[in-house]
């Protein structure tokens, strides 16, 4: 499978447990693969971003530069717009089914392996 989608912020964790949960599924799908996976991670209710929406993106963020991941693309950002996007899109097999593609999702991230 080329795209997966995980959901972080499933049963509310602490934001160290959704950080730990997040690179242990970016270890496992590159192991098996996978091109890019979908962590959903939520906004936050204030509307001004939630602690595990900010944490994911500052990790994110560090394990770029450490090479660990081949790059991200914020939820806002997921648009054929953007080339980073639609390059990631060009090269999957048919998994991605566009529910999110256009909708300025900043509760989710994708992240290139």
Not at 25 to 46: C, D, L, P, Q, R
Not at 94 to 111: A, K, P, Q, R
């Amino acid at each position: 499978m080329d795209l997966i989608t995980i959901n972080l912020k499933d049963n509310m964790p602490p934001v160290d447990v959704a950080l730990c949960n997040m690179e242990l599924e970016i270890e496992v799908a590159k192991i098996s693969g996978v091109k890019a996976i979908k962590f959903i991670h939520g906004y936050g209710s204030s509307g001004v971003g939630g602690i595990i929406c900010k944490s994911v993106r500052e990790r994110l963020f560090s394990l770029k530069k450490q090479k660990i991941i081949k790059d991200y693309i914020f939820g806002e950002d997921w648009n054929l717009d953007n080339p980073k996007c639609f390059n990631l899109l060009l090269n999957l097999k048919n998994d991605y089914d566009g529910e999110d593609l256009n909708n300025c999702n900043s509760g989710m991230t994708i992240v290139v392996l």
